[in-house]
Each structure stands twice: as C-alpha cells, then as structure tokens.
C-alpha cells in the first residue's frame, strides 16, 4: 500500500509497470513473433534474389510513414502514463486518444498498401508476399487488440471510481510491444536487402 501511494505522490519514482500477466502476454507474442521472424529468415536465406526481387515492390517510404506514426503513438502513450501518475486524467485521455488516432491512421496506411498490392498482383503465390501478408496481418490484428486495449484505459480514466494507474500502465506496454514488432517487420521487410 505503502508504495503504491508513493508512486501517486511521486511520478517519477522507478518500478515495473503494469503487472506480471501482462509482462507475460508482451514476452510470449515476442516470442511467437520471434519464431515468425526466424521462418522468414531461413526462407529468404533460401531463395535472396527471389525475396530481393519481390522486396523492391515496396514502397520505403510508406514504410518510414508507417513507422513515423506508430512512433508517435508510442510517445504519446508514454506521455498519457505520466499525466494518470500525475492525476492530470483530463490530458492523459486527450493522449490516448491522439495515440488511438495514430493506430487508426496506422491501420488505413497498412491497409492502402495492401490494396495496391493486391492491385498489383502480388499477392500469397509469391513467397515474400505470402510472409509480407501474414506478419504484417497479424501484426495488424495486435494493433487492433491494442486500440481495444487503449479504449479500456480510456473508460478507466473517465470514471473516477475506476481510475487506476497500473491498467494505463499495463495498456502502455502491450502498445509498445506492438510498436516494437513494427519496427523489426519494417526492418526485415523494407529495409534488410
């Protein structure tokens, strides 16, 4: 009781946040998202010029805008935790909200590049595009589950009776995972020749 009254007075004071199930659930998906990136790495190790071949319909900088976005989600999600430790709820909802909106714009970027793909008929017959598709795709799926997650916070910060610092917390680390793996799929996917 002690401590987490400190961590109220004192937003600054050093502890893990959120709580042990989550830290679990982040750890696990990093390591389910590790075997996915080992698979794909043994495969391109197999065929580079086909994977390099197909690697140059991407578009870089949709990547770059991609990952600019969820950076900044990930910045204002961290600035939403320091406004619930500071009881300013009012701006740490105005944050999430905006980190929300970066997820959203995150999802309709990813999903106009899809379009154009498939478009373009680069679809699962090509063996980068059927990695690009399923790490990309579940990868959107954890952004959808994150924007849910944000949305929970929300609720909790509205409702004085509800507001708890370590379920902000908790959200602000899975939403970081979630722009942690974005930024090895962009590295693996766009970058890495």
């Given at each position: ?41 043994v495969?391109?190790?197999m ?5 390099l ?6 578009d ?5 805008l ?6 900044s ?11 619930t ?32 793909k498939?478009?373009a ?38 409702s ?24 090895v ?9």
């Amino acid at each position: 009781m002690r401590s987490a009254v400190r961590r109220r007075a004192d937003p600054s004071a050093t502890h893990l946040p959120g709580d042990g199930a989550m830290w679990v659930m982040v750890l696990g998906d990093l390591v389910i998202f590790g075997g996915y990136f080992i698979v794909y790495l043994v495969h391109r190790a197999m065929s580079p010029a086909t994977f390099l071949s197909a690697q140059q319909h991407l578009d870089v900088t949709i990547g770059v805008l991609n990952t600019m976005v969820l950076l900044s989600s990930s910045l204002l999600v961290a600035r939403s935790v320091y406004a619930t430790r500071s009881d300013r709820h009012k701006r740490a909802v105005v944050l999430i909200y905006a980190a929300g909106f970066c997820g959203v714009v995150f999802v309709a970027i990813k999903a106009y590049e899809w379009s154009t793909k498939i478009a373009a008929e680069r679809t699962v017959s090509n063996e980068f595009f059927s990695f690009y598709y399923v790490l990309t795709g579940v990868h959107m799926f954890h952004v959808a589950l994150g924007l849910i997650i944000l949305g929970v916070c929300v609720r909790e910060l509205r409702s004085p009776l509800r507001r708890r610092v370590s379920l902000v917390e908790q959200g602000a680390t899975y939403w970081h995972m979630v722009d942690l793996l974005w930024i090895v799929i962009f590295g693996l996917l766009y970058v890495m020749r």
